[in-house]
């Protein structure tokens, strides 16, 4: 079984730039979460889906973030202008149960120069 | 609000050691408790969970954890380390219910020396 699958891995802009990250879930699994690492920290969470519906986004910096999961399935993370401090790993999760057991990609790391 | 503590930022052992990961959760009500290993530039690959029942709990690639609600801690243990452990370890807490978020920890470092 294919796990969860991101791209790019690596992504490199300038400021004020806008950058899109891409992820497909595990087949089958209804939640999706996109979470932000910075170096040497533990995962935060951005927003998550159930389906379609972002039902936990209150962690997404609304002004310049923004998610979409179109059919309940893939999704996209926008960043609209990128900004210094966003250079980070994201990493996006998926769940079909079993109470919060998710599985991760392996991430998208962005440098913001 | 849920929040976890990992005392240690990095830790080194000899390859062969025994080897305990310390982990602190606070959380209003029972948590569901998880240990990540993150290689580099991998994502996150689940070690072992804790929803209820046997607080000792065994988990992939010879780990285990202990659940002890009195001290609000969930310790890693691996008897034996092999120098492929080195990585980051994160622990995680998670509410009840489907899809509530997880709050990590900040991480710990193994370092294995040969």
């Known amino acids: 079984e294919a796990g969860v699958v991101q791209s790019p891995r690596y992504k490199i802009i300038e400021k004020k730039q806008p950058v899109a990250f891409w992820c497909n879930p595990i087949?089958?699994?209804?939640?999706l979460y996109w979470y932000l690492q910075n170096l040497g920290q533990g995962p935060e969470l951005l927003i998550r889906y159930e389906n379609e519906e972002a039902v936990d986004d209150s962690q997404l910096p609304k002004d310049r973030f923004s998610a979409e999961r179109l059919k309940g399935v893939d999704s996209t993370l926008k960043i609209q202008p990128a900004e210094l401090g966003d250079s980070a790993v994201y990493l996006c999760?998926?769940?079909?149960?079993?109470?919060?057991?998710?599985?991760f990609g392996p991430g998208t790391r962005l440098t913001v120069t | 609000a849920q929040s976890v503590t990992q005392p240690d930022i990095h830790i080194t052992v000899s390859e062969g050691a025994s080897l305990e990961l310390r982990c602190n959760y606070s959380y209003g009500a029972t948590p569901y408790l998880f240990w990540y290993v993150q290689s580099p530039g991998q994502g996150l690959q689940l070690l072992l969970k804790?929803?209820?029942?046997?607080?000792l709990v065994q988990g992939i690639k010879g780990f285990e954890a202990e659940f002890k609600r009195s001290q609000s801690s969930f310790n890693l243990r691996k008897p034996s380390v092999h120098w492929s452990d080195a990585a980051e370890y994160f622990c995680a807490v998670g509410a009840l219910k489907e899809g509530s978020r997880l709050t990590f920890g900040e991480g710990t470092q193994l370092t294995v020396n040969p």
């Open positions: 999760a998926s769940s079909s149960g079993g109470a919060n057991e998710q599985y």
């Open positions: 804790y929803f209820s029942g046997d607080t």
């Open positions: 087949s089958g699994h209804n939640t």
